[in-house]
């Protein structure tokens, strides 16, 4: 779309529309009807596109059929259902509108995965297990907890153990993370070298307690 050029006595000054100014003699531009047909079909293919039915005395009809059929960015997670799906500037994270339990709004669809962190702090879009104290009410931990509820990983508070991947409730808005530092990471299955099934969220001590071996033709024993 671009202004009608090519319209014999338009009365474009400098490629743009003017007013009529008596004082100069200066003629105001004419717009054909075709020019804003035109321009209004164009606006409105952008309207279909998001669903959204013309409606002449709403003004914000483009911008939100633009965040309809785009990805919307805001600095943090709307409170209210702006649409499916939201980027996050502050967690750096694409949001789906969802609801997990008791939870309803904004998070991200991998919201309770176990991740290998790499650096060291944990990112805007993550949380370290270390066995610190959240609180649920903050938006980066209501879609968490309430994951943590419905997937039977909350414990009471003196159910909590340090190595098993499970959070406590410690009473009102208060909630403390799993502590998995110092433990091997494994799911539920068979453990090739013991054959034993391991449950999900548990957490497996030292088996090794005795070590015999020879040195020198000695035989030495070295109990734990």
């Known amino acids: ?102 939870f309803t709004g904004y998070a991200s669809p991998e919201v309770g995965k176990f991740t290998w962190g790499t650096s060291i702090a944990a990112r805007p879009y993550e949380e370290n297990a270390i066995g610190q104290t959240i609180d649920r009410t903050l938006p980066k931990y209501a879609a968490l907890v309430a994951w943590a509820e419905v997937n039977g990983h909350m414990q009471t508070s003196g159910a909590w153990v340090k190595g098993a991947f499970h959070f406590a409730s410690l009473g009102g808005n208060s909630v403390r993370m799993p502590d998995l530092r110092d433990q091997f990471i494994r799911a539920t299955g068979t453990d090739v070298d013991t054959a034993n099934a391991r449950q999900l969220g548990s957490a497996q001590k030292d088996a090794m307690e005795r070590i015999y071996g020879q040195v020198g033709g000695v035989l030495r024993s070295n109990a734990a």
Do not use: C
């Open 1 to 102: 779309m671009d202004f009608p050029k090519s319209v014999p006595g338009v009365g474009l000054v400098g490629g743009r529309f003017v007013n009529e100014d008596a004082a100069t003699g200066q003629l105001g531009s004419l717009i054909p009807a075709e020019w804003g047909n035109s321009l209004m079909d164009e606006l409105f293919a952008v309207f279909v596109a998001a669903g959204i039915e013309p409606e002449e005395s709403d003004t914000t009809q483009l911008l939100q059929a633009i965040r309809g059929v785009s990805l919307p960015i805001y600095p943090s997670a709307p409170a209210m259902n702006v649409g499916p799906i939201v980027y996050a500037l502050d967690r750096q994270q694409i949001l789906h509108w969802q609801t997990i339990g008791s």
